[in-house]
């Protein structure tokens, strides 16, 4: 009858289908142009990039596909290498500094499992936010120049937003920009007694003007400065610049500012 005819026609319909979609399948895993034959396969390359501390380099291709892309480790601008000498005394933190292996007596380990041991055998139960060789936006090479009473204090570092900071396309976050400055503000709190006394406050307080966007891989300078010491509060001055100096302080050079209040721990 009528309805035997239909369910028919309705399984040849499916069997082409079915044919087409292997016929497809077979294509692309052949090597030929096609999407990847697996869900693995079309993430594999994105995943890499965004968990790989190290960064990807264009061999100056005008396409890249995934073999033409090799990765090496981050290569520091010439003016944090030059100017950070200057900028005071070296503030030392275990994973901050370096993209090469850590060693660690305590741990036994090497590399990045001493950086997982050393906060973990400290209290931490993840990577530091801004800080570690995987931050989205990594700040390093903090030095500070000590002013008695505290204000006057500065802290100078370097500040490098990675494509894992990406809002608009080609530029970064707001967000990535407001964590640079809270991690800012509270660092150079940390030095108002005249010494490094880390994590000794919390940030209470952070107002951050946006002015300049920042291109995804810039590296720039940040710079906080103690403005106000009264008891446990610590008023500080922040701002990300450009690094190599040139018209600093004008406000086209300023990317982002940020006043800030740190309350300090009781016993500090």
Same mark, same amino acid.
């Given at each position: 009858?009528?309805?035997?005819?239909?369910?028919?026609?309705?399984?040849?319909?499916?069997?082409?289908?079915?044919?087409?979609?292997?016929?497809?399948?077979?294509?692309?895993?052949?090597?030929?142009?096609?999407?990847?034959?697996?869900?693995?396969?079309?993430?594999?390359?994105?995943?890499?990039?965004?968990?790989?501390?190290?960064?990807?380099?264009?061999?100056?291709?005008?396409?890249? /596909?995934?073999?033409?892309?090799?990765?090496?480790?981050?290569?520091?601008?010439?003016?944090?290498?030059?100017?950070?000498?200057?900028?005071?005394?070296?503030?030392?933190?275990?994973?901050? @500094?370096?993209?090469?292996?850590?060693? /660690?007596?305590?741990?036994?380990?090497?590399?990045?499992?001493?950086?997982?041991? &050393?906060?973990?055998?400290?209290?931490?139960?993840?990577?530091?936010?801004?800080?570690?060789?995987? /931050?989205?936006?990594?700040?390093?090479?903090?030095?500070?120049? &000590?002013?008695?009473?505290?204000?006057?204090?500065?802290?100078?570092?370097?500040?490098?937003?990675?494509?894992?900071?990406?809002?608009?396309?080609? &530029?970064?976050?707001?967000?990535?920009?407001?964590?640079?400055?809270?991690?800012?503000?509270?660092?150079?709190?940390?030095?108002?007694?005249?010494?490094?006394?880390?994590?000794?406050?919390?940030?209470?307080?952070?107002?951050?003007?946006?002015?300049?966007?920042?291109?995804?891989?810039? &590296?720039?300078?940040?710079?906080?400065?103690?403005?106000?010491?009264?008891?446990?509060?610590?008023?500080?001055? /922040?701002?990300?610049?450009?690094? @190599?100096?040139?018209?600093?302080?004008?406000?086209?050079?300023?990317?982002?500012?940020?006043?800030?209040?740190?309350?300090?721990?009781?016993?500090?």
């Amino acid at each position: 009858g009528n309805g035997v005819v239909q369910v028919h026609i309705m399984m040849q319909i499916c069997s082409w289908i079915l044919l087409s979609r292997t016929m497809t399948v077979q294509r692309n895993s052949t090597g030929s142009d096609g999407p990847p034959t697996s869900v693995h396969q079309a993430n594999r390359f994105d995943s890499n990039s965004m968990l790989d501390p190290i960064e990807r380099v264009d061999d100056g291709s005008k396409s890249m /596909s995934n073999s033409e892309v090799t990765v090496a480790k981050r290569e520091l601008p010439r003016w944090v290498k030059d100017q950070a000498p200057r900028w005071g005394e070296k503030i030392r933190i275990p994973e901050w @500094d370096d993209d090469e292996s850590l060693e /660690s007596d305590d741990c036994g380990a090497s590399g990045d499992d001493a950086i997982d041991c &050393y906060r973990s055998e400290n209290g931490w139960k993840g990577t530091d936010l801004c800080h570690s060789i995987n /931050s989205p936006v990594r700040i390093s090479h903090y030095g500070v120049k &000590y002013k008695e009473e505290g204000v006057g204090t500065v802290l100078t570092g370097a500040c490098h937003f990675t494509p894992r900071a990406e809002s608009h396309a080609g &530029y970064c976050h707001g967000g990535s920009m407001t964590s640079v400055m809270d991690d800012c503000l509270g660092w150079t709190a940390f030095h108002v007694t005249g010494s490094c006394v880390p994590w000794s406050g919390f940030t209470a307080q952070v107002n951050v003007s946006l002015k300049r966007p920042i291109a995804v891989g810039s &590296y720039l300078k940040i710079v906080g400065r103690i403005t106000k010491w009264e008891g446990r509060k610590v008023w500080i001055h /922040s701002q990300l610049v450009p690094g @190599d100096d040139k018209d600093v302080g004008e406000d086209n050079s300023i990317h982002c500012s940020a006043e800030g209040l740190v309350i300090l721990k009781r016993d500090i």
